[in-house]
């Protein structure tokens, strides 16, 4: 992580006593962490406890940023784990799409099915 948002690099930023959100990005500069996942806004989503410092210090966290703070340093080969049945990524995107739009299901037609002309 090269930089943080603006807001969070004052000191004096006034942080959720729980959270520490501003002291938890201002740790977080200049660390190296793997990026696990995109969210729907294109925003970086980073596990910061895989750094033993960060996990000391703040527990357990995840956080999301904007890709213009994230430098990359290398790309990895390793293969994502994903289902054999050909679906993936796209699949649980479409799925996330249609349930925040309001439906529940993916409806599909049979095979043979005819279509009404």
Excluded: H
């Excluded at 054999?84 to 439906?103: H, I, Q, T, V, Y």
């Amino acid at each position: 992580m090269r930089d943080c948002p603006e807001g969070y690099k004052d000191p004096n930023y006034k942080d959720d006593p729980d959270m520490r959100t501003g002291e938890l990005f201002r740790f977080c500069v200049g660390r190296k962490f793997t990026i696990r996942g995109f969210d729907r806004y294109g925003y970086i989503e980073l596990q910061v406890d895989d750094d033993p410092a960060v996990k000391r210090k703040f527990g357990l966290n995840w956080i999301w940023v904007e890709p213009q703070f994230v430098e990359l340093i290398s790309k990895t080969r390793r293969r994502v784990d994903r289902p054999d049945n050909g679906l993936g990524w796209r699949e649980d995107f479409l799925k996330s799409e249609r349930e925040s739009a309001g439906e529940s299901k993916r409806v599909r037609r049979e095979k043979r099915a005819i279509r009404s002309q």
